[in-house]
């Protein structure tokens, strides 16, 4: 190696780099039609159980009725209560304009919104 010029030098690099991007590629090119192959067999067996297996549909329940919640109106005067002291925190403590507070619906908070609620309380 040290009886060759710049030039062979230099040719050699190239060769070797040029090398090691074909040996790259191909990897790749194996990986890839490994992974190809995982998908074939995947929907192979997709396509066997669902042959085996016949599952009949259950019919969807009908959708619940929306509760009446327009006799609550305590509940909505304690919510706007809260709304308006909300947003009295965040003017440092002046309460601005809330008569255009509305109130249009109220939902009912599932169970996770609810353990949600009591973890971030501490009650």
């Known amino acids: ?21 074909i040996i790259v590629f191909i990897v790749l090119l194996v990986i890839m039609g490994i992974l190809s192959l995982f998908n074939l067999f995947a929907k192979y067996c997709e396509k066997k159980t669902a042959q085996t297996t ?11 009725e929306p509760e009446n919640l327009m006799d609550d109106t305590q509940l ?4 706007a209560a809260a709304i308006a002291a909300a947003a009295a925190d965040e003017n440092d403590g002046q ?19 609810k353990e949600a609620l009591s973890q971030n309380t501490n009650f």
Do not use: Q, Y
Request: overall charge negative.
């Open 76 to 79: 909505v005067a304690v919510i």
């Open 1 to 21: 190696m040290n009886n060759m010029n710049m030039a062979d030098k230099m040719a050699e690099g190239v060769a070797v780099s040029i090398m090691g991007f």
């Open 95 to 113: 309460v601005e304009g809330t008569d255009g507070l509305v109130i249009k619906s109220i939902r009912r908070a599932n169970a996770w919104n």
């Open 54 to 64: 016949d599952i009949p549909e259950v019919p969807s329940a009908p959708p619940a």
